[in-house]
């Protein structure tokens, strides 16, 4: 990838109608493959949501945080929607179990407050891990969204 093609990228997209940022990333990834790992780590797109078939059709705010390739992962079910190959999915980021444990009760916790506080909207919270070799229940991060009106789906 030569940095002309990625500014040229960039500028392009600067320029296109905003609505469509996400349309247009995509053009411009399936015209210039070796440049979507760098737009997709530039490029800000906003958040879209998709439903988990696998936990009663539950939405899932999609973020940078969740996603490997072009799937994203449900704070629900564990899963990549959609689906991976078996070899991507060897090798894309899943917590470990005692972060598992730890993300779905901070997920149920903040479904509770969404609720609660926005009356109604998305709530996602994903956590990784920072030090995979030895989980110690410290060396973690995470994010958490909300979302308040529902918003398009992927």
């Excluded at 053009?27 to 988990?52: F, Y």
């Excluded at 564990?78 to 779905?104: C, G, V």
Aim: proline share 6%; aromatic share 10%.
């Amino acid at each position: 990838m030569s940095d002309a093609q990625f500014d040229a990228a960039l500028d392009l997209l600067r320029r296109l109608n905003p609505t469509t940022l996400q349309e247009n990333l995509n053009n411009l990834i399936e015209l210039q493959p070796n440049l979507a790992q760098d737009l997709l780590s530039s490029v800000d797109v906003p958040l879209s949501t998709q439903k988990d078939s696998a936990d009663s059709n539950r939405e899932y705010l999609c973020c940078d945080y969740n996603r490997d390739i072009d799937s994203f992962r449900s704070p629900w079910s564990n899963t990549y929607y959609p689906e991976l190959s078996p070899k991507d999915l060897q090798d894309s980021p899943f917590p470990s179990a005692p972060l598992r444990k730890l993300e779905i009760l901070a997920n149920d916790s903040f479904d509770v407050y969404r609720d609660l506080y926005y009356e109604g909207g998305i709530s996602s919270v994903y956590l990784w891990d920072l030090n995979e070799e030895d989980f110690n229940g410290h060396d973690f991060a995470g994010v958490v969204l909300l979302q308040k009106k529902p918003i398009r789906s992927q």
